[in-house]
Nanobody, 124 residues
Framework: QTQLVESGGGLVQAGGSLRLSCAAS????????MGWFRQAPGKEREFVAAVSWTGGTIYYVDSVKGRFTISRDNAKNTVYLQMNNLKPEDTAVYYCAATTYRRGVVTPGLYDYWGQGTQVTVSS
């Protein structure tokens, strides 16, 4: 069974850091673009970051540029999201996802596999 399992969420004060991990099992995702999305209560799911299968191409939503870093370790079938200088508006459930698409990777509908999500809460 193919699974993406996120971990590393939690409660942190504004200005703090968290590192999310997404471990894949059941198949390799080394040839997939991996992405992170988030969804706050009452809002649509929002693209956060994505990394190409080689790690050579990375995308971020403007609101996290300079604060978040996405990376992947294909040998471990794992993708990471390092989040620094967290703000209350970063509070959401964070999901990792995988897609075979190389372009348009900001669109949730292009992703084939999703994790169950991990809660990130940033207090002011």
């Amino acid at each position: 069974q193919t699974q993406l399992v996120e971990s590393g969420g939690g409660l942190v004060q504004a200005g703090g850091s968290l590192r999310l991990s997404c471990a894949a099992s059941g198949r390799t995702f080394s040839d997939h673009t991996m992405g992170w999305f988030r969804q706050a209560p009452g809002k649509e799911r929002e693209f956060v970051a994505a990394v190409s299968w080689t790690g050579g191409t990375i995308y971020y939503v403007d609101s996290v540029k300079g604060r978040f870093t996405i990376s992947r370790d294909n040998a471990k079938n794992t993708v990471y999201l390092q989040m620094n200088n967290l703000k209350p508006e970063d509070t959401a459930v964070y999901y990792c996802a995988a897609t075979t698409y190389r372009r348009g990777v900001v669109t949730p509908g292009l992703y084939d596999y999703w994790g169950q999500g991990t809660q990130v809460t940033v207090s002011s």
